[in-house]
């Protein structure tokens, strides 16, 4: 199946620094990409799509400001957080969608980015 | 969006075949029936989708009711890898073209040795 990574897969930063997390497509192009956030013991909530050369799409409630979402390759889309509080602690996920008739695309997803804020 | 029902947790014994039920009474006639799973600590995984009609694939089989208001993903021959968060899903069709995937709570499945 398609392979999907993550770049760090944990960090910890001071609060007031702004982390960046990078998520690739390793054996396929992906127009669009998907970042989520997962809190502990909590789903997984979408927070925005990521379409290849234009600007991203967020759900109700995020910040654009404060998570920043860049895709400017097929293969490469990453979110940083800005200025980060003890808040945004939380297990960061992306996804690669492999297209297909509409309803039956799938996403790929990568093994997740654990975020302490200190 | 159309809304998902699934039992919070469920218990298997290894090597027995496993039944997670899902509910979807407000599914629409072109909703397709996801199903996703979460091992701990890492990203989802893709495990199967279906319309109507059911579907096998190498990681599990789902079985689709006439109505399409319930679907029940099979797993054979449950593992001991096999235990996670299991999340059907019926993606949602958005202006941006792409489907977009709302994981509700899913069915925790614990398999016992």
């Known amino acids: 199946g398609a392979v999907v990574s993550q770049h760090p897969s944990r960090v910890i930063c001071k609060s007031g620094t702004s982390v960046k997390i990078e998520c690739r497509s390793l054996d396929f192009q992906a127009t669009t990409m998907f970042w989520y956030r997962q809190f502990p013991k909590k789903s997984l909530m979408l927070m925005a799509t990521?379409?290849?050369?234009?600007?991203?799409?967020?759900e109700q409630g995020v910040e654009k400001d404060k998570f920043l979402i860049n895709h400017a390759s097929l293969t490469l889309s990453t979110l940083t957080v800005t200025s980060a509080h003890p808040e945004d602690s939380s297990f960061y996920i992306c996804?690669?969608?492999?297209?297909?008739?509409?309803?039956?695309?799938?996403?790929?997803f990568g093994p997740g980015t654990r975020l302490t804020v200190l | 969006d159309a809304k998902t029902t699934q039992p919070n947790s469920m218990e298997s014994n290894e090597e027995e075949p496993v039944h997670l039920p899902c509910n979807h009474s407000t599914i629409s006639g072109t909703d397709y029936i996801h199903w996703y799973r979460q091992l701990p600590s890492q990203g989802p995984e893709y495990v199967i989708h279906?319309?109507?009609s059911n579907v096998n694939n190498r990681m599990a089989s789902l079985a689709i009711a006439e109505d399409r208001k319930s679907s029940t993903l099979i797993l054979h021959r449950a593992t001991l890898r096999d235990a996670a968060v299991y999340y059907c899903?019926?993606?949602?069709?958005?202006?941006?073209?792409?489907?977009?995937?709302?994981f509700g709570t899913g069915t925790r499945l614990t398999v016992i040795p």
């Open positions: 279906g319309l109507t």
């Open positions: 996804s690669a969608r492999v297209p297909g008739q509409l309803g039956t695309d799938t996403q790929y």
């Open positions: 899903i019926l993606p949602s069709s958005r202006w941006t073209g792409a489907n977009n995937l709302f």
């Open positions: 990521s379409n290849e050369g234009s600007k991203a799409t967020y």
